[in-house]
């Protein structure tokens, strides 16, 4: 059986924490990129309560966490975007890119996802998912069940 990795981007609410537990719980390889050491003390040990080891990347820039996801496993499977949905319809993420923006700048999902292409082409089957957390708190397949309208999938193959 092939490792399954996937990195889960977001902004640091219950969401991305049930979406690991899910993802963990079914065997996949979960690292979690957040900008708050807090909340990955706390989500840290829901897992590990559940026998359940994530890998956690903390604080980074877009760059230095492509380069340890390659070096770690030379791919990634599944891109997870957690982000908000602006009164203009616009989807936004909170990362820091090479270019070392403030964490609090948000950018719109297709330019944060543009650079994870080059390691998700590293992958046979690569895919993006978007989530917004106006759905936070549902469990993962209560998301997926619910609230495929605000849900996308992309094959970037």
Same mark, same amino acid.
């Given at each position: 059986m092939s490792l399954i990795v996937a990195l889960i981007l977001g902004i640091g609410h219950e969401i991305e =924490? %049930?979406?690991?537990?899910? +993802?963990? @719980?079914?065997? $996949?390889? *979960?690292?979690?990129?957040? &900008?708050? @050491?807090?909340? +990955?003390?706390? $989500?840290?040990?829901i897992l590990s309560? %559940? =026998?359940?080891?994530?890998?956690f990347i903390l604080l980074d820039t877009a760059d230095n966490v492509i380069q340890r996801l390659d070096e770690e496993f030379g791919k990634l499977d599944v891109l997870i975007n957690v982000g908000i949905l602006l009164d203009n319809g616009q989807f936004r993420i909170n990362l820091l890119t090479s270019t070392k923006f403030e964490a609090n700048d948000f950018f719109d999902t297709l330019h944060a996802s543009e650079k994870f292409i080059p390691i998700l082409q590293?992958?046979?089957?690569?895919? *993006?998912?978007? *989530?917004?957390?106006?759905?936070?708190?549902a469990s993962l397949s209560a998301l *997926?069940?619910?609230?495929?309208? &605000?849900?996308? %999938?992309?094959?970037?193959?």
């Open positions: =924490d %049930e979406i690991a537990y899910q +993802l963990g @719980k079914k065997g $996949i390889c *979960v690292a979690y990129y957040s &900008k708050n @050491k807090n909340n +990955l003390d706390r $989500i840290t040990k309560d %559940e =026998d359940i080891q994530p890998n590293k992958s046979p089957s690569s895919s *993006v998912i978007n *989530v917004y957390t106006q759905t936070k708190g *997926v069940q619910n609230c495929t309208a &605000k849900m996308a %999938e992309h094959q970037f193959m």
